[in-house]
């Protein structure tokens, strides 16, 4: 480990872990405020997001005080270029990933900020996909696509840091290297190995079972990281379908034609 | 204004404006590992992010000492599902969502990391649009694709902060209202008053043109945020198939099908 030069911000960053259990507690309204004010403050490239609040905690993921459903927003910019006579014409895919990244930069600010506030917090990541029973609920317009979902409150439980792949895995300096089978191996030990000493998902009790022909090999002696997420993208969701259908029904087409 | 809670995290985060302007002086590495465990430490689905460094910054951006190139990345995961007999059969519209996101939380960490080490930051968002080009340069292999650029090095400039919607237009609770007019002025004025009381737009020599029949009639004493990004989403990019060739070409299909 090479000298660090940490700082109260860094240190911050370095700690996050996601919090899935909640004291009863109530987030005062400036802290609210100050939150998405954090959020607001994130680089943009055209404030295309809306955040919606829930404090209805019986409702929420983990039963938070607070929920915040992160949505990107092109309905809001559409009504300022309507009063100046414009129309959005750019395509449904751009204004999409631009959007994206406004809402996720700015998503991001936020958990910092509760962070800093001494909350936890936990992204809520299938949202998307059920975008239109979000949207019915929410009563969102058309244009506006819930991203992702944000439980905040503070934490009721203490969990440490989860691990994360070597630095080497990572950051590449001038090209994308040829990734040999000793880098591959360490990235895969460093996170299994971590998964497994902390017990995290016997905790959670949360093996994924397998589809087809695969035999079952694996307890939670064995059952980390790679495991789980080989589980998920070697089985889940094969099909477009459903995602790009959730954006239709808001307004979004990846088709390849133009708006209007 | 109310009362607000903030702390030096808050206040770091409030204070974000991008630099456009660098000093000559190297960034060492250890704050260049510092930046990018920062960014590791965040939330993610898949870790499904690469980060490429240059520091060749007489081809950089604003010719900033440091340029990273954040990537959504599929392709180091199907390195270690290989080693398990595993293959990524989720499809690409979902990699992509979730990917997005692993790498977009990652960037914005890197930004406010930087940031509490006194450097400064810029976001570069057209580099999904010269995707082919950028992946040859660095070698990208298939199932990589660069989401943002982002600049980074000690400031040579110190702007104000730029002007953000009011609260009441981005923040909304249970439900998303009837956006009325006045709420829709308002923000406008915000956002317009704002930039032009910092001559944003002159200062950068930044008014782009009109297409087709509409007549000029902004000068730098009127042209100000609401009237830029009506030109660009407003003119540009009315066609999807730019964006869908790039990711093509790094081996995403979003057509209604499945993997394999």
Redesign the interface.
């Given at each position: 480990m090479?000298?660090?030069?940490?700082?109260?911000?860094?240190n911050?960053?370095?700690?996050?872990r996601?919090i899935r259990k909640y004291q009863d507690k109530t987030v005062?309204?400036?802290?609210?405020?100050?939150i998405?004010?954090?959020g607001?403050?994130?680089?943009f490239?055209?404030?295309a997001?809306?955040?919606?609040?829930?404090?209805e905690k019986e409702k929420h993921p983990f039963h938070a005080p607070l929920y915040f459903v992160i949505c990107i927003d092109f309905h809001?910019?559409g009504?300022?270029?309507e009063?100046?006579n414009?129309?959005?014409?750019?395509?449904?895919?751009?204004?999409m990933?631009?959007g994206?990244?406004d809402a996720?930069?700015m998503?991001?600010?936020m958990?910092?900020?509760a962070?800093?506030?001494g909350l936890g917090?936990?992204?809520i990541?299938s949202v998307?996909y059920y975008a239109d029973k979000i949207a019915e609920?929410?009563?969102?317009?058309q244009k506006?696509f819930p991203?992702?979902g944000l439980t905040v409150g503070y934490p009721a439980e203490n969990p440490p840091?989860r691990p994360?792949?070597p630095?080497e895995?990572?950051?590449?300096?001038?090209?994308?290297p040829e990734?040999d089978?000793n880098a591959?191996?360490r990235?895969?030990k460093e996170m299994d190995d971590g998964y497994l000493s902390q017990n995290y998902y016997r905790n959670l009790n949360a093996k994924l079972g397998l589809i087809g022909d695969r035999e079952e090999t694996f307890d939670y002696d064995s059952y980390s990281w790679?495991?789980h997420?080989?589980?998920?993208?070697?089985?889940?969701?094969?099909?477009?379908?459903r995602?790009?259908e959730q954006l239709e029904k808001r307004g979004f087409s990846?088709?390849?034609?133009?708006?209007?």
């Open positions: 090479q000298d660090k030069t940490y700082n109260s911000a860094i911050l960053l370095l700690q996050h996601s005062p309204d400036e802290i609210i405020e100050n998405v004010q954090s607001q403050q994130a680089a490239a055209y404030q997001y809306s955040v919606l609040l829930s404090r809001k910019i009504k300022i270029m009063t100046k414009w129309k959005v014409i750019m395509n449904d895919l751009s204004c990933l631009l994206m990244q996720a930069y998503a991001q600010n958990v910092i900020a962070e800093s506030l917090t936990c992204y990541g998307p609920r929410l009563k969102l317009p506006v991203l992702v840091t994360r792949y630095l895995f990572v950051l590449f300096e001038n090209e994308y990734l089978k591959v191996n990235a895969k790679t495991e997420i080989s589980r998920k993208l070697g089985q889940w969701e094969p099909s477009t379908k995602l790009l990846f088709k390849d034609t133009e708006n209007e």
